[in-house]
């Protein structure tokens, strides 16, 4: 046996400074060598994870378990420690790129594949296949090699025939599953110019895409985004993606420069009732500046200055500042009387500079962090972080209070910037809820406002009164308060500025996103607004999803290059193609009735029509789990296809009708039946009428599940559909090219059409835009019949009642129609509980 070849040798070292050894790791890596047929870079991806996790799984499957060469296993203390390393490389790549591969050249690859093999061949006696990764199938349970079965693997059937057993009866897999080898290019046309996914994502894990899919992307249009970890939150920054991620509870202050943001004196100015602004004089910043220089201990840590003195009221104040010397400095300060005050100094040339309205402040802020990391959850706000920073001081500082103390830190806006944003004039117009409710109540007695400003502490009503006395005072304040805007932190429950914007404008939703506006009402109960979430009105990559427009991947045959104004005008262009050379949509931009009525049948009589049964189902796929069940089928759907940019037509060709937007008038409104917010057209809608595209998140599949799993456990809507209308054209699709759309946190109007078994108003139809490459399509809606004005707007969600495994999760189904599937099945089961 020679030496190891470089790049086995590379993965156990690598592996042995996360504490594997030798025996650990050369077995798993022969396993993963066969499986993945010698190809290195799957095996060296994001830092060997695939390593690791086999390694892991072996170890775990086996107990604490070592492995001897021969498969045995013989125990070892204690896998804690590995682990720990794991999770640190884990911490490691936020901050880090992957471990680099050793960047041997494609011919010395070649080589080292075999090399690598034989090495490890002769290293290892004989042992049982096992799959490593959900890529992989599970012996025993997995479908046998295509040849052996003519149903997997690219064959199609009516769902009748569905498979009953695709074991291979063997108890092993004869032949790996390569997500690279099983691919097929079926629809070589279109990707003869395609670049590999692979290629194109292959990007650092720091470096996570994150795309508008509204626009034709290359490579210098991706924006990047930092890999965010489960159990991390963003932090706002100044718009670096570098290192801004903080794992979640954990306090830290980044050298922002929100706002000047000082303590108040002692007897600081508020509102009175009549509603008088405060008079605050202007700090300099070079007198603060000065102030935290005095201040400094020398370590950092800093001691309370004159300038930060006044919220202390001569009690025991602590000042810690975070120093950024050219700019700015955020000082952290508490006192005895139970205040934390955040402090943010901002060297700037004091002729110059005005104090800002804080709200804006912290709109701009977040749109910054919005720019920056891409994705936020929809109720993300600055002043939620600086009540965590708050909340986590007063927490860490009082210690053994900390858990009593949880949600009784609120920041207190100075009252001047709560005015400037009208607050005052939205309380009567406020959801119900408890921090809205609160606000209301404050609007009803005004001397209540001046407590957020009032420094009122823990000091209860004595101290409380005093806070009205002063808000009765009109005298300004000394110079040096005139522009302070403080965030005053105090034990009270008091109003958080981030929670009294209204979450959705009712006279639109879209915000102006669409062409026309999209009202918001509910005539039936009090529940005033949808949950939170972004409206766009174009799909956008999540993350990982591979989603590529390039131009140059649309060849001759996928555009009307020649064509002139509007293709329905003339003979059918290649655009016509794929609609069998006629277009599918009449010169009114309606969907012809022969094609619109296949594919509602296809949706009424699945079993009617082709269905696709994967080798490796990528849902299945997605679970992680190692037996993998067998695919459950994906019915083959017919596309339109629009003709796009790198056709020779006008934007009003009647063959482009998605692409333009909503153009009818709808209405989410508040359903009686109990299905929560529905869609409602407003006009008479003829039959085959495009509606709206179903838009969101895409996302692979694997990000649907974990967000599954993590995020939307217990929620009451979900919002994902699934883009599987072509996985039948190729073989086994990668995680990245079988993807999905959610609109949970991002999405259109269409989240809100509710779901009919069988007759519903509308189908979903697939229409290629951009790409010819149908792991990416859209999802546009258009009616099944004609439809009334104020009528709901609905479709068959395809869900089966019974399968607990569907995406979108199982609802009571209230969609009254005589064919409800739901229905039936509660009769199938009282009729068979009666019949016992
Ligand atoms: C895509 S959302 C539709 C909008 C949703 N009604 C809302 O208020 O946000 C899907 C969710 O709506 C509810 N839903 C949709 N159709 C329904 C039906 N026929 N019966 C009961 N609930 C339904 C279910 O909670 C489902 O998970």
Redesign the pocket.
Known sequence: MGPPPPRAQKAMNVMKDFGFSTRDVKPVLKELMRVYENNWELIEENGYQVLIDRILEVQDSKGTGDTNQDGTVCNEPDTEPVRKRLKKQDEMQISSPMLASDGLGESSDKKQKSVAGDFLDTSITKRNMVPVSPLMAVGGKEPGPASEHPLIGGEMLPQSSHLEDRDTGSGERDEPVSPLIARRQTRASARTLQSSPTQDMSESPLGRTYRRLNRPLNESMIEKQPKIEPGTEVIPGTGSAAVPLRIKDEPVIDEVPIAIVRPPPPDMDVADDEGHQPQLTQTTSSESSKGTQNADNGNGNRKASPANASCEKGKTSELVSVHKPSSSNINVASSGTGEVNISITCNSDPQNFHMPNLDTVFKMVEERCLKSYKFLPPDFSVMKVMKEICQCVWEMGSESNASKQENIVKLAPALDSLKKSGVRNMLDGMPECSSFDSLKSDKSEGSKLVQMNGHCGNQGVNENAKCERRGKRKEPLAPEDSSSNSLVVSQQPQVALGDVRPPHDVTDISRGEERIRISLVNDVSSEKY?SCFYYIPHNMAYQSAYVNFSLARIGDEDCCSDCYGDCLAAIPCACARETGGEFAYTSDSLVKDAFLDECISMNREPQKHQQYYCKVCPLERSKKDLSLAPCKGHLVRKFIKECWSKCGCNKQCGNRVVQRGITCNLQVFFTPEG????VRTLDELPKGSFVCEYVGEVLTNTELYSRTVQSTGNA????PVLLDADWGSEGVLKDEEALCLDATFYGNVA??????CFDANLVEIPVEVETPDRHYYHLAFFTTRKVEPYEELTWDYGIDFDDHGHP??A?????GSKFCRDMKRSKARSKAVVMK
């Open positions: 949808p299905k929560g917010w529905g009451k809507h979900t919002y989240r809100f059409v509710n779901h009919r979108i999760k609802f009571k189904c209230r969609c």
